[in-house]
């Protein structure tokens, strides 16, 4: 018997060393020749498919159009499958925008019956709704978020008629957010953290059975369109009024936001698309001779790619939709000395372009079938009113080829390749918690975070054994020999974020993970060692001090990060040591500097008296913040009242109360940019030198801390160009009679 079991083992041995991975050829396209002027004709969505290019293997597959969809703007899938479809349906009907705040817009339900792909279902699951942005699907309702509201609204499907009839209300703030659509909140991501983040609103959310909790940021990152996660809950932000197609993804949002130079390679800004795109908002500078976008400018809805159905180099590649372009970029995320860079992955070419001059991706998606996913609002004009005014570039090209009258489609595609079946539909919603733990090893990152989200939501803590066993120990001889493809770290890291949902964070088993064999997992194990340090248990800081000599530089840097939540000398006395290891390392230096800012009680007392500011406002006086303390800090002191010599005179005035701090802002700024001499209130000071060398931002930042610490608004760098403006020429100090008798 023996014997036969030592064949058996053999045999599978050898079958398993002989079974060779496929390799894919990622052959881009041949573009084809460029049309400064092409039509802008409606294209039926078969004709459409033809417009469209990848590289080879790759196809594009209709899911759904008109008449099921219009004008539609995002998606998200429930735990069966269905497909959740948010519809601008006033956006930008005509070149003025007439109408956009009429309540008329859709939330659709989209069905697919035989399995096949292809939608063959759609309900209208709510309606009379003003601009939807924000979905996210629950258990067995939907989060819904409309444009100018930070309210948070829930449906639900009581009947299983496919439409919504029961509405309330989970979260409240009675601010509107003012503005056009395009510069509002999106995202509403259920993080690996547990928690639910959106752009712009410094405000996080987490989901419990019968509760939503809410949490405040101070320096989160904000964006625009667009907000996705990698394996490990780093998020990507975009913004298209800055052009900015990716930032924000060096760290946990948590910690702040964190955009060191060189995160985006060289030559990334750079679209390549395949067709003239004269209708761009920078007008002639934003085109190449060839008429073709020369920045990117409109970028949307970008995607972590985290499916299993396409070849495996796309695992982990950010996928950006860029509308003015009418492509998709792909880019390679590299890990260089612990930063976080952007490739192309291409040499001048896009992963998917389109010559069809309607097409207009505004969303890309990680399916459950582990496909992915593109939303085609696919219209005429992507620009806000506000951008296509008389007068404005734009709207002579508007006009001159017609595609203020192209409006009222839309289209879902799924690109797959054509040597990889997608997977079918899921079925989450009806399993148990118990049922759903298999899922959080799953290869696709949609159900490992489908299933977390369902085992939370359906609070069941007779699994925590169960995930506890997975967490400490998920991977047997067996497992590894026959499962090599399987990533074993990542379900131990699920298993111990799910865990955390639960309110199961248990010392031990943490203490084990910072020890676990994978990087990612002690990664994690330092996350969750943060309720211990938040709660001032210092004996937890012993077992971490071994990690400051980890031979991993994320799990360095995660241990700087997470230090900045003890109050203990000990996690001071950690951070130095990690300094001083680490000094000239770009982003653990950072996370160490940031962190020792917990024993700042400067910092603290800011953070009170601005706490209600906009999170923008608030980065721009952080800034400020820092600035004062590396140059203003030894005259004006830290607390802004003037350093007083031995004799109690004073170096410099205070900066509290002082009417030149809280009374004509560009005046205020001319004396940073040309510096002061000559008496204050018959007090001299000796001289303020000239601070003109550094950009209008810095400025304004420095004036915006000094007057939040006299509780009055910020400065706007404009006010500061302007001011540079008048002062043009000029090289003398100010006085205070000349500035103010000018």
């Known amino acids: 018997?023996?014997?036969?079991?030592?064949?058996?083992?053999?045999?599978?041995?050898?079958?398993?060393?002989?079974?060779?991975?496929?390799?894919?050829?990622?052959?881009?396209?041949?573009?084809?020749?460029?049309?400064?002027?092409?039509?802008?004709?409606?294209?039926?969505?078969?004709?459409?498919?033809?417009?469209?290019?990848?590289?080879?293997?790759?196809?594009?597959?209709?899911?759904?159009?008109?008449?099921?969809?219009?004008?539609?703007?995002?998606?998200?899938?429930?735990?069966?499958?269905?497909?959740?479809?948010?519809?601008?349906?006033?956006?930008?009907?005509?070149?003025?925008?007439?109408?956009?705040?009429?309540?008329?817009?859709?939330?659709?339900?989209?069905?697919?019956?035989?399995?096949?792909?292809?939608?063959?279902?759609?309900?209208?699951?709510?309606?009379?709704?003003?601009?939807?942005?924000?979905?996210?699907?629950?258990?067995?309702?939907?989060?819904?978020?409309?444009?100018?509201?930070?309210?948070?609204?829930?449906?639900?499907?009581?009947?299983?008629d496919g439409v919504a009839d029961k509405k309330e209300r989970v979260y409240y703030n009675p601010d509107r957010r003012g503005g056009n659509l395009e510069h509002q909140q999106s995202g509403l991501i259920w993080n690996l953290d547990n928690w639910v983040y959106t752009t712009y609103n410094p405000v996080r959310f987490k989901f419990k059975k019968n509760e939503v909790i809410v949490d405040s940021l101070d320096n989160m990152p904000s964006g625009q369109w667009g907000l996705t996660q990698d394996d490990m809950g780093v998020m990507y932000y975009s913004s298209a009024g800055s052009e900015n197609p990716a930032y924000g993804f060096q760290q946990p949002a948590v910690y702040g936001d964190?955009?060191?130079?060189?995160?985006?390679?060289?030559?990334?800004?750079?679209?390549?698309?395949?067709?003239?795109?004269?209708?761009?908002?920078?007008?002639?500078?934003?085109?190449?001779?060839?008429?073709?976008?020369?920045?990117?400018?409109?970028?949307?809805?970008?995607?972590?790619?985290?499916?299993?159905?396409?070849?495996?180099?796309?695992?982990?590649?950010?996928?950006?939709?860029?509308?003015?372009?009418r492509l998709i970029r792909r880019a390679k995320v590299k890990v260089e000395n612990g930063k976080r860079v952007l490739y192309n992955a291409y040499d001048q070419a896009e992963f998917m372009a389109s010559t069809d001059l309607n097409f207009r991706p505004t969303q890309a998606k990680t399916g459950p079938d582990g496909a992915l996913y593109i939303v085609d609002m696919y219209r005429g004009i992507i620009q806000e009113s506000n951008w296509t005014k008389k007068g404005s570039a734009i709207r002579p090209v508007i006009e001159r080829k017609g595609l203020d009258k192209n409006i009222g489609k839309g289209r879902i595609y799924r690109i797959v390749h054509e040597d990889i079946e997608p997977d079918g539909k899921p079925n989450l919603i009806g399993k148990s918690a118990a049922d759903l733990i298999v899922y959080l090893?799953?290869?696709?990152?949609?159900?490992?975070?489908?299933?977390?989200?369902?085992?939370?939501?359906?609070?069941?803590?007779?699994?925590?054994?169960?995930?506890q066993a997975l967490a400490r120990d998920n991977e047997s001889f067996f497992d590894g020999l026959f499962n090599a493809d399987k990533d074993f770290g990542i379900e131990r890291v699920t298993a111990l974020w799910t865990l955390e949902g639960l309110g199961d964070v248990d010392k031990t088993l943490i203490t084990e993970k910072l020890t676990d064999t994978d990087p990612r997992v002690r990664v994690t194990a330092i996350r969750l060692s943060e309720n211990f340090l938040k709660a001032g248990d210092t004996s937890f800081l012993s077992v971490l001090e071994n990690l400051v000599s980890d031979a991993n530089v994320d799990v360095v840097n995660q241990l700087a990060l997470s230090l900045r939540y003890s109050k203990d000398d000990k996690a001071t006395a950690l951070l130095n040591a990690i300094n001083d290891k680490y000094s000239n390392h770009e982003i653990v230096s950072h996370s160490v500097k940031e962190s020792l800012k917990k024993d700042d009680s400067q910092l603290e007392t800011l953070k009170k008296r601005i706490a209600n500011?906009?999170?923008?406002?608030?980065?721009?006086?952080?800034?400020?913040?820092?600035?004062?303390?590396?140059?203003?800090?030894?005259?004006?002191?830290?607390?802004?009242?003037?350093?007083?010599?031995?004799?109690?005179?004073?170096?410099?005035?205070?900066?509290?109360?002082?009417?030149?701090?809280?009374?004509?802002?560009?005046?205020?700024?001319?004396?940073?940019?040309?510096?002061?001499?000559?008496?204050?209130?018959?007090?001299?000071?000796?001289?303020?030198?000239?601070?003109?060398?550094?950009?209008?931002?810095?400025?304004?930042?420095?004036?915006?801390?000094?007057?939040?610490?006299?509780?009055?608004?910020?400065?706007?760098?404009?006010?500061?160009?302007?001011?540079?403006?008048?002062?043009?020429?000029?090289?003398?100090?100010?006085?205070i009679e000349e500035l103010y008798n000018e």
């Not at 390679?265 to 073709?292: A, C, H, Y």
């Not at 085992?455 to 069941?460: C, E, G, R, S, T």
Request: net charge negative.
């Open 1 to 160: 018997m023996k014997i036969i079991k030592t064949s058996i083992l053999s045999l599978a041995v050898l079958t398993f060393f002989n079974c060779e991975k496929k390799e894919y050829v990622d052959k881009i396209y041949e573009k084809p020749e460029i049309v400064k002027e092409a039509a802008a004709d409606f294209l039926s969505p078969e004709e459409s498919l033809k417009s469209f290019y990848l590289p080879e293997g790759y196809k594009v597959e209709l899911v759904a159009s008109e008449p099921m969809i219009d004008e539609p703007i995002t998606m998200a899938w429930d735990g069966d499958g269905r497909m959740y479809v948010a519809e601008m349906n006033t956006y930008m009907q005509d070149v003025d925008g007439t109408g956009t705040n009429r309540s008329i817009s859709k939330i659709k339900l989209l069905e697919d019956l035989d399995g096949d792909g292809k939608m063959d279902k759609s309900t209208v699951f709510i309606d009379s709704l003003l601009l939807p942005r924000m979905i996210l699907p629950l258990e067995n309702e939907l989060i819904v978020n409309e444009t100018y509201s930070y309210d948070l609204w829930s449906y639900k499907d009581t009947d299983g």
């Open 258 to 325: 964190f955009n060191p130079k060189g995160r985006l390679s060289e030559g990334f800004m750079e679209p390549w698309p395949i067709v003239g795109t004269p209708d761009v908002q920078g007008g002639p500078k934003r085109l190449r001779p060839d008429n073709t976008l020369n920045h990117f400018t409109g970028v949307a809805g970008q995607e972590i790619f985290r499916g299993h159905k396409l070849p495996p180099s796309t695992y982990g590649d950010l996928f950006i939709p860029e509308p003015v372009g």
């Open 441 to 467: 090893g799953h290869p696709n990152g949609w159900y490992r975070n489908t299933a977390q989200k369902l085992i939370i939501l359906k609070d069941d803590k007779t699994v925590i054994p169960e995930l």
């Open 613 to 735: 500011r906009h999170v923008n406002e608030k980065k721009g006086i952080y800034k400020g913040y820092d600035a004062y303390k590396q140059l203003c800090i030894t005259c004006h002191g830290a607390d802004l009242k003037g350093v007083a010599t031995e004799d109690g005179t004073l170096i410099a005035p205070s900066l509290i109360g002082s009417e030149r701090v809280i009374g004509d802002q560009k005046k205020l700024s001319k004396i940073l940019i040309n510096g002061l001499i000559g008496s204050i209130e018959g007090v001299e000071y000796g001289i303020m030198m000239p601070l003109n060398s550094n950009s209008d931002q810095w400025i304004a930042d420095v004036l915006s801390y000094v007057r939040a610490m006299n509780d009055e608004s910020s400065v706007h760098r404009k006010v500061v160009r302007a001011a540079r403006e008048e002062s043009k020429g000029r090289e003398d100090y100010w006085t």
